[in-house]
């Protein structure tokens, strides 16, 4: 929704504004060969330049983006909800106690009262790997940090590769604007001694080709990769919630002191106040 209001403030402002207040006229702008040169020439370099899981990962990327981050506040109050639970159980019965629910979480008594962490697959799946090796032995508490950092790490690494892609398009827009103008300059040489409104139509034509180019990228293109930025630093941010909670309590601390390390990392237009969390805790009811 907020993208949408962008465009429709970048499409008013200066197309608006031309038509209106530089007394343009809209129909200049409409050379559909300097639009497929551009734009061709712009997802041909995108295909050149990304493996395939990485042109999903864009298209996956940009319907994200028009939908906003997708973290609010009450997935934070969920998540602290049941990691709450978990740990709770975990230092009561032992870890052994929680294999069942992080096997199969979507049959768990504990996520199942928390829809928007349970829908979540990618954390859940970070979440129950995170567990599973303290919970076999595998791995001693002190193992936990480097371990998930790792994971953390090459996750936030991969992330950026659609958002680098995006980047570089937007980078080249303006110079594919270039190619379409030189094109539409060679047409209008061979013009030269003719009529010449003709020439003038030729030459504005390659004009347009520069400032479509231009307007793209800086108006759509680039935009869209900063905002993919913040979509994907929103998801990393979540995990690493999850991780400093994680090892916290593995490591020692109690299920309140865990989560309260685990609050104090979170932004402040998410982060629920120290009061809000004592409350959230109040109100669970025993799985």
Known sequence: ???????????????????????????????????????????????????????????????????????????YEELFQALYELFMIGRKNG????????????????????????????????????????IDGRIKA???????????????????????IVLKVGDALPGFGIVAAVLGIVNTMQAIGGDPKLVGEKVGAALVGTFIGIFMAYGFVTPLAVNMGFIHQ???????????????????????????????GVNSDLRPGAGELEELIKSIKPA
């Open 234 to 264: 929103s998801k990393i941010d979540f995990l690493k919630c999850i991780s400093s909670a994680v090892v916290s309590f593995t490591t020692g601390s109690a299920p309140a002191m865990a989560i309260e390390i685990a609050r104090r």
């Open 95 to 134: 870890m052994i106690a929680l294999e069942d629910h992080v096997n199969e979480p979507a049959s768990s008594s504990i996520f199942s009262k928390y829809s928007s962490l349970l829908s979540n697959k990618t954390a859940m799946a970070f979440l129950c790997e995170a567990l599973s090796p303290i």
């Open 1 to 75: 929704m907020v993208i949408a209001i962008g465009v429709i403030v970048v499409l008013a402002t200066v197309l608006g504004g031309w038509v209106f207040l530089g007394h343009g006229n809209i129909g200049n702008l409409m050379h559909p060969g300097e639009y497929v040169i551009i734009l061709g020439a712009a997802f041909g370099s995108m295909i050149i330049m990304a493996p395939k899981t990485v042109l999903f990962e864009i298209a996956k990327g940009t319907v994200e983006a028009l939908k906003g981050i997708p973290y609010s506040k009450k997935s």
């Open 142 to 164: 002190e193992e936990l940090k480097p371990l998930l950092k790792v994971q953390l790490d090459k996750m936030d690494e991969q992330g950026h590769e659609p958002i680098n």
